[in-house]
């Protein structure tokens, strides 16, 4: 089946420094892909929508020089935090739609990565 | 305004019950609606998806039901295991498919 695949699965970096994470739709073209971040307990917070070949769209509160988004092939994306801090330490997710994989009949397909610990020291 | 309500939110039972859990939403137009299983620091696991014209749709000890006229779903979970523990995600999408929303998400503990 389709398999989303993200890098690092973990990662620790200083204070000040960017990280950047990939997302990778390892066997289908994903013409979208989303980029989530999760705090311990909570839910999934959609911080983008990612579109191959055009910028990314932000949700509202979500710093787009901040976290940058690079959709630059339909089985890549890329997020990097820039000039990180401690409170951007979380749980980053990604997701990646496909059209009609399978020949589902439900619309947009939609598979998750298996998420990146970003912590900042 | 567009949302994804989910209860309870957290529940614990004992291993070998069952339980029901709850999604009530309002978005417009509807597209489908997914439920995710998610342990604890992975991704998102696809339990079921539904579009509008279905009411019903099972994965093994996982059933979940759509009733598109009152905007509301529930997820059954039959002869629950340990395993069962994890957060349970209700997803949908609307606006044929190119918005999506979250619910907040049930958090089961299945006690021995």
């Known amino acids: 089946g389709a398999v989303v695949s993200q890098h690092p699965s973990r990662v620790i970096c200083k204070s000040g420094t960017s990280v950047k994470i990939e997302c990778r739709s390892l066997?289908?073209?994903?013409?979208?892909m989303f980029w989530y971040r999760q705090f311990p307990k909570q839910s999934l917070m959609l911080m983008a929508t990612?579109?191959?070949?055009?910028?990314?769209?932000?949700e509202q509160g979500v710093e787009k020089d901040k976290f940058l988004i690079n959709h630059a092939s339909l089985t890549l994306s890329t997020l990097t935090v820039t000039s990180a801090h401690p409170e951007d330490s979380s749980f980053y997710i990604c997701?990646?739609?496909?059209?009609?994989?399978?020949?589902?009949?439900?619309?947009?397909?939609?598979?998750f990565g298996e998420g990146s610990w970003l912590t900042v020291v | 305004k567009n949302q994804v309500e989910q209860s309870p939110q957290s529940l614990i039972i004992l291993e070998g019950k069952n339980c029901t859990l709850q999604?009530?939403?309002?978005?417009?137009?509807?597209?489908?609606l997914r439920w995710y299983k998610q342990d604890t620091g992975r991704g998102p696991v696809s339990l079921t998806i539904m579009t509008f014209s279905e009411n019903t749709k099972s994965n093994g000890r996982y059933t979940a039901t759509l009733d598109a006229d009152t905007k509301q779903s529930s997820l059954h979970i039959t002869a629950s295991q340990l395993s069962d523990s994890a957060s349970y995600i209700c997803?949908?999408?609307?606006?044929?498919?190119?918005?999506?929303?979250f619910g907040s998400g049930t958090r089961l503990s299945i006690r021995p």
């Open positions: 066997d289908f073209q994903a013409t979208t």
């Open positions: 997701s990646a739609s496909s059209s009609g994989y399978g020949g589902e009949r439900t619309g947009n397909t939609i598979y």
């Open positions: 999604c009530n939403y309002t978005v417009s137009p509807f597209s489908n």
């Open positions: 990612s579109n191959e070949g055009s910028k990314a769209t932000y």
């Open positions: 997803v949908v999408q609307y606006s044929s498919a190119s918005k999506i929303i």
